[in-house]
């Protein structure tokens, strides 16, 4: 009889929770119906009876407290709005899904990618006078003073690195992205109005562990870490740049060839250590063509000198004479073999790499149609260049003739 009484009574409970879990589903339906009719109070109310009621599911009382705090900030209640969005981060932090509508409904931001994936848990919510906002592992964190003009966005399922492209066109400045900024990230989905732009992609960036810096006419995108070293660096700003301007707008291409094309520019050659490699994205608008090349190598960790009509590209951190940064023997203009006119040599390692005359004035390196090849060149040092010729003799010429 009591086993008859007890089946009865969790079947009876079963119902009575069912029934007041349809009831509660309804209950959000209305809310959200009312809350477009602009019936603000009746879908706070609606909201809020579900978010309280422990019996509906956890995850549709934290879409409830998302809509109650949304709606309260239609009405102008900020602190109501605030305790609602605080509740959500109390007593659903541990639900990745709740912490994702949390962020889409403060920021505008719907997160995704890599950093969110394996960040959500160490991000941390902060309610100030200002408002509620999120700070992020390793991106700096508090107030900043936006002075970019206002802007409106919606972007759904958009590709970061066109994102970035576009904040080239809203800013006017010139947009330098590091290499792998936005590789691990997910599709963009995100909408503000009238937010200052600066705002806007600072919002953007942080959930995907990057950041900016807004220098003059350059706006840098980069890990927070990656920021910190360029701004170690030389800057930019304390050189004076005298090269032609150019416009460079390229989306993960490959490094060597924007270099090439910023050296085409500057009526110059390029050599590379061999281990120049990596992908650039960047927008820049008349901008003198070595302040190019100098963000381009700041942002890809490499250096470059100029030697002539030579631009050599190498690793930052090397010495001359190193194995890791080329050596360029210059005044080799008086210089020649088989009668092909040198105008340089690069050693990288103990390889050598001639740069000699071809057609149409330009420099050239390797070999001119297979009659100089780079093991044809045994050594140079300070003053002299010694050539091995292909029938074993050598022969050793003075890279400063003392007719010069």
């Not at 029934?19 to 706070?44: C, E």
């Amino acid at each position: 009889m009591k086993n008859t009484i007890l089946t009865m009574t969790v079947a009876v409970w079963l119902t009575v929770t069912a029934v007041m879990a349809a009831d509660r589903a309804t209950q959000l339906s209305q809310g959200k119906l009312d809350a477009d009719l602009g019936k603000h109070d009746a879908a706070a109310a609606s909201f809020q009876a579900v978010a309280d009621d422990t019996r509906v599911a956890a995850a549709t009382r934290a879409e409830a407290l998302i809509r109650l705090a949304l709606v309260r900030q239609k009405m102008g209640d900020t602190a109501g709005a605030s305790q609602a969005y605080e509740r959500v981060w109390s007593e659903h932090r541990a639900d990745k899904g709740a912490m994702g509508q949390l962020v889409h409904a403060v920021t505008g931001l719907l997160p995704s990618g890599k950093y969110w994936d394996e960040n959500w848990q160490g991000a941390t919510f902060v309610v100030d006078d200002v408002g509620p906002r999120f700070d992020w592992p390793g991106v700096t964190s508090g107030r900043r003073a936006y002075k970019g003009e206002p802007i409106s966005l919606d972007t759904k399922n958009g590709e970061l690195k066109d994102v970035f492209r576009l904040f080239a066109d809203i800013s006017k400045l010139n947009v330098v992205v590091f290499p792998g900024a936005g590789g691990g990230a997910g599709t963009l989905t995100y909408t503000a109005h009238e937010v200052p732009w600066d705002q806007a992609l600072h919002t953007i960036l942080a959930p995907n562990g990057l950041d900016y810096r807004w220098t003059d006419n350059v706006l840098t995108i980069a890990p927070p870490a990656e920021l910190g070293t360029a701004r170690a660096d030389a800057p930019a700003a304390a050189k004076r740049y005298t090269g032609a301007p150019v416009d460079l707008d390229f989306k993960d291409a490959e490094l060597r060839g924007v270099l090439a094309k910023i050296a085409e520019a500057a009526g110059s050659q390029v050599t590379f250590h061999p281990a120049i490699a990596g992908r650039v994205t960047l927008k820049l608008k008349q901008v003198a063509w070595d302040q190019a090349l100098d963000l381009v190598a700041r942002t890809n960790g490499i250096a470059w000198t100029q030697h002539g009509n030579v631009i050599a590209v190498h690793g930052r951190k090397a010495s001359p004479g190193s194995d890791q940064q080329p050596f360029l023997a210059t005044r080799l203009d008086t210089v020649s073999i088989d009668d092909i006119r040198l105008r340089g040599i690069v050693r990288t390692g103990s390889r050598y790499v001639a740069l000699f005359a071809c057609p149409e004035n330009k420099t050239c390196f390797g070999s001119a149609a297979d009659r100089l090849q780079d093991g044809e060149i045994k050594a140079v040092d300070a003053t002299t260049v010694t050539f091995r010729r292909r029938d074993g003799t050598e022969s050793r010429q003075s890279l400063y003739p003392s007719s010069r």
